[in-house]
């Protein structure tokens, strides 16, 4: 006992002094710089932005369009003399063929008078109007004794091939420069994928009538594409189905995220990491892209580092497929 008290606890007061001693030396002369480090004021981290180098790849420019199986529009059947019905051959509901006969209309004229002073008899002209395409006979608004004038719309024949049609943003109508005559349709619960041809694109013209439009009226903004559905192939009016528009196969060609690009088609812009650490401006020629990646033809080698994401750019997100989406902060979201 004596030991424990003379030597053991006199060293342990001596122990807790010194660490009570440099606990307040620690606080009086590095306790602000401590703080400062740690506050929020005084970031410690470091804000890098993302780069990536110019690759060599394939650009496989495909454009997807969302459209609808569309029975093709009705065509009229006019009249092609002036003058009254006089016979109609075929009711309405009846398949036509392109030279069926659907009605003939009768003109006459009274005769002129002759040189003794007599009447010539009437002039009486008799013409049959054909349907001029095949499909069914729709409507036929006129009936005996009606008077009608040429060009007038004296029946409609609905023909029994469909389309698909859907509409065309835009930004895909910049992928599809060089316009492709075809597409690959595949039908929502339909028959196997086919391929449609006789492919159009047409934009609505300002002051245009939807009514009188065969494509049924392009969107305001945008365009509608629309192919013929081959007479083989079984479908019916409202399906759904899926467009894809080849535009184009670029090999072995200059790629960077479309990220890192300003522009879409023909001149854009990069920016490019310089030796320092900075980035500018530089400017490229643009050519294919995917959706994904763009091949760059003028402008860059491959190697150049670029910045993956243009600077000040909006959070414009990259398709990746399967309904997930790529934003430039690095998230990802998918839908369920």
Known sequence: MGVTRNWVFPILRIVIFLAIAGALVKMAFFSEASLAADAPEFPTGEISEPEVAVTVGTIQNDVTVQGTIVADPALPVKAT??????????GVGAPVAADTAILTIRSETPGA?????TMAPNKVVTVTVLAGSPGILSALPVIVGQTVAVGESVGQVAPTSFAVSGPLAPDQQYRLLTRPTEAKV????GPAPFTCTQLTITS???GAD?????????PASGATVRCGVPGEVTVFAGLGAELTLAGGVAENVLTVPVTSVEGSSGAGSVYVRLADGTSEAAAVVIGLNDGVN????EGLAEGDLVLQFIPGA???GVDMGDGCMSFPDGSVTCEP
């Open 81 to 90: 003399l002036n003058g009254e019905v006089s016979k109609v051959l075929v």
């Open 113 to 117: 008078v002759r040189d003794d002073g």
């Open 186 to 189: 595949t039908i929502i619960g």
């Open 204 to 206: 609505a013209l300002a």
């Open 210 to 218: 939807p009514a009188s439009d065969p494509n049924g009226g392009a």
């Open 294 to 297: 763009v091949e760059i033809k």
């Open 314 to 316: 909006p959070q414009v």
